[in-house]
């Protein structure tokens, strides 16, 4: 199953990081287990609309990142990865969000026992 | 003869290789009476790119592709397209060229049909199946007499008479700023084909920021006349942000001097500010010294015009 990737051309986030953060979180959450084909760089083009350059930037550094490989000729699939990698790469998404609201707990002078534990409210809801 | 390391050689190599620029501009300024459209500009375009070519109204944008497309000898530098001095582009070479002018001039009594098969008689190369999907994607009659077409027809009109012989260099003057929103969406996704397809440069220069911003690749900004940028798309995405720095203590300075800041607001407890640097670490740094909380966000192309257009009188 091709990944299904929506990109936010105006958010100023460079539509490449868009596609590598997007294929990564799909890794991480199992939507693409080791071994998953990635659709070719013009197949993905045509797909979401995007310029064939911007694709086969994310795509080199996905394979670069040891995430992506390439396997008979141009096919690039889902690399196998060791557990503690895949454990890294769940954490990763999880990382970036909680910034963000670490971030608001500080500005909003939330005690940080009282915003842990509402983190653990949320977790257990 | 001088060394070619130290002399540059008067003319580009031939364009015939993937990688080799399909426009090169060198010292090009090009005066009307008084007025200066364009400034001593140089610059590569580089190939199978989209390039968004961005100015304000009288930056020099139409100036620039009509010089590129030979229409327009400049008044003193050197344009060479597809290989050849832009002024002697030949019949083999025209073709492989396509311009699609803002306000084309047409053949007013003809039918789009009409009108379509004249200038598919001059190119051997005109794609009939690319005409046919083309008029249906843009929503095009071909039955209609040009002389009725509204402004957005007429646009239409022109960007088929531009494309339909696959040109390898592909120039359009402002062709969305008539189309509605869903036409324009089908033309951004047919150059995205064309691109895939043939390889083919496209310059594109538009006011309609939020739409060119997702195809193009390459950016040229041009500010009265001069050339302010000339960067990867992505490279200016990852330069350009907006930095909010919080400090409780209300520390903050009423300005910041760093050079890298580009436009900025402060009243003490808060400061935004829009910078470009490269350096990924600067916003910490910053923040750190001024133990204030941080938080950014990039900017879009709408967002970074301003500051694209403005970077000239920063200079000078």
């Given at each position: 199953?091709?990944?299904?990737?929506?990109?936010?051309?105006?958010?100023?986030?460079?539509?490449?990081?868009?596609i590598m953060d997007q294929i990564k979180l799909q890794i991480a959450t199992g939507l693409l287990p080791p071994g998953s084909e990635l659709p070719s760089t013009r197949a993905l083009s045509a797909d979401i609309a995007l310029n064939p350059m911007t694709i086969s930037k994310a795509y080199s550094l996905l394979e670069r990142d040891g995430v992506l490989e390439r396997r008979r000729g141009q096919t690039l699939i889902v690399r196998e990865r060791p557990a503690e990698a895949q454990q890294t790469a769940r954490l990763d998404p999880l990382r970036?969000?909680?910034?963000?609201?670490?971030?608001?707990?500080?500005?909003?002078?939330?005690?940080?026992?009282?915003?842990?534990?509402?983190?653990?409210?949320?977790?257990?809801? | 003869?001088?060394?070619?390391?130290?002399?540059?050689?008067?003319?580009?190599?031939?364009?015939?290789?993937?990688?080799?620029?399909?426009?090169?501009?060198?010292?090009?300024?090009?005066?009307?009476?008084?007025?200066?459209?364009?400034?001593?500009?140089?610059?590569?375009?580089?190939?199978?790119?989209?390039?968004?070519?961005?100015?304000?109204?009288?930056?020099?944008?139409?100036?620039?592709?009509?010089?590129?497309?030979?229409?327009?000898?400049?008044?003193?530098?050197?344009?060479?397209?597809?290989?050849?001095?832009?002024?002697?582009?030949?019949?083999?070479?025209?073709?492989?060229?396509?311009?699609?002018?803002?306000?084309?001039?047409?053949?007013?009594?003809?039918?789009?049909?009409?009108?379509?098969?004249?200038?598919?008689?001059?190119?051997?190369?005109?794609?009939?199946?690319?005409?046919?999907?083309?008029?249906?994607?843009?929503?095009?009659?071909?039955?209609?007499?040009?002389?009725?077409?509204?402004?957005?027809?007429?646009?239409?009109?022109?960007?088929?008479?531009?494309?339909?012989?696959?040109?390898?260099?592909?120039?359009?003057?402002?062709?969305?700023?008539?189309?509605?929103?869903?036409?324009?969406?089908?033309?951004?996704?047919?150059?995205?084909?064309?691109?895939?397809?043939?390889?083919?440069?496209?310059?594109?220069?538009?006011?309609?920021?939020?739409?060119?911003?997702?195809?193009?690749?390459?950016?040229?900004?041009?500010?009265?006349?001069?050339?302010?940028?000339?960067?990867?798309?992505?490279?200016?995405?990852?330069?350009?942000?907006?930095?909010?720095?919080?400090?409780?203590?209300?520390?903050?300075?009423?300005?910041?001097?760093?050079?890298?800041?580009?436009?900025?607001?402060?009243?003490?407890?808060?400061?935004?500010?829009?910078?470009?640097?490269?350096?990924?670490?600067?916003?910490?740094?910053?923040?750190?010294?001024?133990?204030?909380?941080?938080?950014?966000?990039?900017?879009?192309?709408?967002?970074?015009?301003?500051?694209?257009?403005?970077?000239?009188?920063?200079?000078?």
């Open positions: 199953m091709p990944p299904l990737l929506s990109i936010d051309l105006h958010n100023g986030v460079p539509a490449y990081r868009q970036q969000q909680l910034t963000a609201a670490a971030h608001l707990a500080k500005q909003l002078d939330v005690p940080p026992a009282q915003a842990v534990k509402l983190f653990r409210e949320l977790l257990d809801s | 003869m001088p060394s070619p390391a130290l002399a540059p050689a008067p003319t580009a190599p031939a364009a015939d290789t993937a990688d080799a620029s399909p426009v090169v501009l060198r010292s090009i300024t090009q005066r009307f009476g008084k007025h200066t459209a364009l400034s001593d500009v140089s610059l590569a375009l580089p190939a199978g790119r989209i390039i968004g070519l961005l100015g304000r109204n009288g930056a020099g944008k139409t100036t620039l592709l009509h010089i590129a497309a030979g229409l327009l000898p400049p008044t003193s530098g050197a344009c060479t397209t597809l290989g050849t001095p832009s002024g002697k582009l030949d019949t083999p070479q025209l073709t492989r060229l396509g311009l699609v002018q803002q306000e084309g001039r047409y053949l007013e009594w003809m039918t789009v049909r009409q009108h379509l098969d004249f200038n598919a008689s001059f190119y051997p190369s005109w794609d009939r199946d690319l005409e046919k999907r083309l008029l249906e994607a843009l929503e095009l009659d071909p039955k209609r007499k040009i002389v009725q077409l509204s402004p957005g027809d007429r646009q239409k009109v022109g960007i088929l008479l531009g494309t339909c012989h696959r040109p390898a260099l592909l120039l359009l003057d402002e062709p969305i700023s008539s189309l509605d929103p869903i036409v324009r969406r089908r033309l951004l996704d047919f150059l995205l084909e064309l691109l895939r397809d043939d390889g083919t440069t496209v310059v594109i220069s538009s006011h309609i920021l939020n739409d060119v911003e997702k195809i193009v690749d390459w950016v040229v900004a041009l500010e009265a006349g001069e050339l302010v940028e000339n960067s990867p798309f992505d490279l200016l995405q990852e330069s350009y942000a907006e930095w909010t720095l919080t400090s409780a203590a209300g520390a903050l300075p009423p300005s910041f001097a760093e050079p890298f800041v580009l436009q900025q607001q402060s009243n003490g407890h808060q400061a935004v500010l829009r910078v470009r640097t490269t350096d990924t670490e600067a916003a910490a740094r910053l923040a750190a010294a001024h133990r204030a909380e941080l938080r950014t966000r990039p900017l879009n192309l709408d967002e970074m015009f301003p500051l694209l257009t403005d970077q000239r009188r920063r200079r000078s």
